[in-house]
Structures are given as structure tokens and as C-alpha cells.
């Protein structure tokens, strides 16, 4: 009888690993990332010597997707991109400097970020959204009490790809340099995948505190990086458009100081994504009932306070033609273009580019 139990309960657990492997097989039919993630790292991967057509064609991978920058891309094909790097024995490294040309061709979000953004600790809560841009390949969580960021890869196959998590790992590090004015040196660096035989250039990105093999992605920073002054990218085009986004926050239709800050936080928290009343209260320093009572004394409701602010910002971002429509959903913390053109034809009764294509003829 126990023989039989045994064989019972064998027979159950391969049956749930085998679901749990379907399972994932599915997830990652259906999983997709951005092109621009894949053409930074074959940019870099170029470098070495490889040819681009044959990684093209080896990953299938179609290059007239790479148009546009935000094309998605099957999450299998990046995966089979990152194989053949494997293979080739390329630089093991190509994944840090994938990661910094990422963050450089984030320059027009980074831009537009410091009209909002004064201090590190108003950045902090965009991470999350802002790698959004690897599509479904995984997300980052931050802990404010305890300055650390957190890469969490979504599917199995993707934990053991070092490429990816040098991207996504450096991609942190460099964006955090590009917006605060002194450089910024993690306390120590966490990674999943096994020890390289030379960590030379991870020291040089996270400092000499590293540990692998560890059960999470993780980098530690000093608590009072929360305080540091961060950049403010100014040019001729920027004093235009810090002007247009000062009248968004002070239009017409609002001249009350209060409903102004709080417009202003709102803005500023928007690309973080998941704002709410709770939120926007917390950081106000109020208790939600507070924040509905005095919106509803100068005659708002936080929902209609949200749609303005997020309506008028598209105005901006749409006919400044600097970002693209994914870049703009996600500064106005939509989790995906789909979401942000299905409100925006609700507000106007135009899809986003069609409302730019107008803008300009």
C-alpha cells in the first residue's frame, strides 16, 4: 500500500511539473520585449566583430521591426539572440555596456523627467515604470525604507542569462548617474548567475562588494541617496517646453495654490505609474479624506484632477513630437500604449498619433 501511495504521489508531482513547464512554455509564446532593447544589445554585440545579419537571422529576427524603437519582439527570439551571444564566446561584459546605451537613448525621458523631479527620492519611485521599457522580460521593484532595487526577471529561462541582467542591473546604475549631480556608488551588488572568472568591469559599475549565486537581483545604496539634487537637462528647446508645462500646472481652470501643488505631485508621480488618491495623499502629507474634502470644496474629484493633468501633459508631449507614444503613455504612467491611446481617444475622439499628425499640418 505505501509502494502504491508513493508511486501516487510521484506520479502527482511529475504531473505538476510538467503543467508548471507547459505553463511556462505558453507564458513565453505570449511574453514579447521592445526592439530598442534588442537593437542596443546587438549594437553593442556588433563591436566584437559579429555580423548583425547573421545574428538577425539566426535569432529570427526581422530588421525592418528595428524602425521602430519600440516594436515588440518576441520574448523566445531575444532569448535565442542571447544563446548565440553564449555560444560565440563573446565578451561576457556585452550586457554592462548594453545597459549604459540603453539609459543614453533614454535621453528625451530623462529631459522631460527633470521638469518634475528635483530630488533622487522623485526618481526613485519612476524605476519600476521606466523598465517597463524591457517589455515582459522583467520588472524592478524598489524598497524606499531600505535603498534597494530589486530585478526580477518574469519568466524561468531569463533568471540564468547574464546579458539580460547586466542590462537591466546597469541600466539602474547609469540612470541613477544621469540625474543625480554627484556620482553614486552602491554599497553592494547582488546577482543570481555564478561568478565570472574576471568581475574587473562589474567592480567598475557596482564597486568590489559583489555576491553570486544569490537567490535575488539586488543593488544596496546608502539611504541618503534619497536627498541628492539631481540634474536639470536645460537646452533652447527645454525653456520652451519647462514654460508650456508650467502653464499645464497653472491653467485657467485652476488658480487655487493648493489644487496647483497638487497637480504638481500628480505630474510628478505619474510616471511611477499606479497613482492614487492614497499616494498622492501620502506624499502630501495628508489623510485621503483631507485630500477628497478640500478637492471638493474648489468643486474636483481626484479622478477628474488625474484625467486633466494626464490630458494636458499629452497635449505637450504629443505636439513637442520628442517622444514616442509608448514613451508618453509611460510618463503618464499607463503600464502600455494600448491603455494610454484607448484614454486619449476617449478624451479627444483621435487616436494619439493621429491627434500629432493633425498637430502638425
Known amino acids: 500500500m505505501m509502494q502504491a501511495l508513493a508511486k501516487e504521489i510521484d506520479f502527482s508531482c511529475n504531473r505538476n511539473s510538467l503543467a508548471a513547464e507547459q505553463f511556462e512554455s505558453i507564458r513565453l509564446e505570449k511574453s514579447y520585449v521592445y526592439s530598442k532593447l534588442v537593437f542596443d544589445l546587438i549594437q553593442v554585440a556588433q563591436t566584437t566583430g559579429i555580423s548583425r545579419h547573421s545574428l ?15 516594436h515588440e519582439v518576441p520574448l523566445s527570439s531575444f532569448l535565442k539572440l542571447i544563446d548565440l551571444l553564449e555560444e560565440n564566446n563573446l565578451d561576457p561584459d556585452i ?38 521599457l524591457f517589455g515582459d522580460a522583467g520588472r524592478i521593484e524598489v524598497c524606499k525604507k531600505t535603498a534597494v532595487i530589486e530585478w526580477n526577471p518574469t519568466l524561468s529561462e531569463v533568471n540564468g542569462a547574464r546579458y539580460l541582467t547586466d542590462m537591466a542591473m546597469s541600466s539602474i546604475i547609469h540612470f541613477i548617474d544621469s540625474v543625480c549631480l554627484a556620482p553614486v556608488r552602491p554599497l553592494k551588488a547582488e546577482f543570481t548567475y555564478s561568478s565570472p572568472v574576471n568581475t574587473a568591469f562589474l567592480e567598475s559599475v557596482f564597486g568590489d562588494n ?20 539631481t540634474v536639470k537637462i536645460i537646452d533652447a528647446s527645454q525653456e520652451q517646453h519647462l514654460s ?21 505631485v500628480v505630474a510628478r508621480s505619474l510616471p511611477g505609474g499606479n497613482v492614487n488618491i492614497d ?3 501620502s506624499q502630501l502629507c495628508i489623510s485621503r479624506r483631507t485630500l477628497q474634502r478640500r478637492l471638493s470644496a474648489s468643486s474636483y474629484q481626484f479622478i477628474e484632477l488625474l484625467r486633466e493633468v494626464r490630458e494636458e501633459l499629452a497635449d505637450v508631449y504629443l505636439r513637442e513630437n520628442k517622444l514616442t507614444i ?24 483621435s487616436t494619439p498619433t493621429e491627434y500629432r ?5
Open 326 to 349: 509608448t514613451e508618453i503613455a509611460l510618463m503618464l504612467g499607463y503600464s502600455n500604449q494600448a491603455a494610454f491611446s484607448s484614454a486619449f481617444k476617449v478624451w479627444t475622439n
Open 244 to 264: 508650456t508645462f508650467k502653464q499645464v500646472l497653472r491653467s485657467p481652470k485652476v488658480n487655487d495654490p493648493f489644487l496647483l501643488t497638487v497637480k504638481k
Open 279 to 281: 499616494k498622492i495623499a
Open 95 to 132: 550586457g554592462l555596456w548594453a545597459g549604459k546605451t540603453f539609459v543614453l537613448g533614454l535621453h528625451e525621458i530623462r529631459r522631460h523627467l527633470s521638469n518634475v523631479c528635483d530630488l533622487f527620492h522623485e526618481y526613485i519611485s519612476i524605476a519600476p515604470n521606466l523598465v517597463r
Open 357 to 361: 499628425n493633425n498637430s502638425f499640418n
Open 56 to 70: 538577425l537571422k539566426n535569432a529570427s529576427l526581422d530588421k525592418t521591426a528595428f524602425s521602430n524603437p519600440y
Open 210 to 229: 559583489l555576491r553570486f549565486g544569490a537567490s535575488r537581483n539586488r543593488i544596496y545604496f546608502d539611504r541618503s541617496i534619497a536627498f541628492r539634487s
